[in-house]
């Protein structure tokens, strides 16, 4: 079983590779738990970690000729990677995939998807049996209503995954401040996509480079 407390509990860049599911028009059409800009802010922000730490990021779509091509977006932080493209409803039944994922040789599984209750549940359970420690971000992904959503997470916990939310994510990949090589980054991040966070920090940046502070 994986650890859940302690340090090692935590997400590492060393050890993580992100998934990201099915952030596609005909998915988005149907989301209804949360505000799809949300989810839109949320899943862009967190890929822009994943690139910032150098964690090695899995992109697939379902039937994207008629479900439409992944979220622009997330396209961009990665242009030159072709999403893999599947038939299958779980994406962890597409060999390819879960060759993708093993090919890295990192344990701690990242992913979020849409929908929660089909397309990110389905391949946490499945993954989990395969011995990995799975974190799924509740905040960047979607179910067709708010039941839907919580369904699908109450069933992964249940399964033995971990739920959290992107924010928690990059904050744990960067786990110290002295950190300073990715500081920037992250603060670029949390300025774009952090909400409040980030108008807050602008703000103090705005004080700091007119010298009033």
Not at 22 to 51: C, E, M, R, W, Y
Not at 77 to 84: L, N, R, W
Request: net charge neutral; hydrophobic share 45%.
């Amino acid at each position: 079983m994986p650890t859940r407390t302690g340090l090692d509990a935590l997400l590492t860049p060393e050890r993580s590779v992100l998934l990201l599911i099915d952030h596609q028009a005909f998915q988005f059409s149907n989301l209804h738990s949360h505000d799809p800009t949300l989810i839109v802010n949320n899943v862009v922000g967190l890929a822009k970690a994943a690139k910032v730490f150098k964690v090695p990021t899995i992109l697939t779509t379902v039937t994207e000729e008629r479900g439409g091509y992944l979220l622009k977006g997330i396209q961009d932080v990665f242009p030159t990677q072709k999403p893999i493209n599947r038939t299958f409803i779980n994406t962890w039944e597409d060999q390819r995939v879960v060759d993708a994922v093993k090919k890295t040789g990192r344990k701690q599984l990242v992913v979020a998807a849409l929908w929660t209750e089909i397309c990110l549940a389905m391949p946490v359970i499945q993954s989990l049996a395969d011995g990995y420690d799975v974190f799924f971000v509740t905040d960047a992904s979607g179910g067709v209503s708010r039941e839907a959503h919580d369904m699908g997470v109450l069933r992964m916990v249940q399964a033995g995954a971990v739920p959290i939310t992107w924010i928690a994510v990059m904050s744990e990949w960067q786990r110290d401040w002295a950190r300073e090589t990715t500081v920037p980054a992250i603060a670029e991040i949390t300025v774009a996509h952090g909400g409040a966070s980030g108008v807050a920090f602008a703000w103090e940046q705005q004080l700091l480079n007119s010298g009033k502070k």
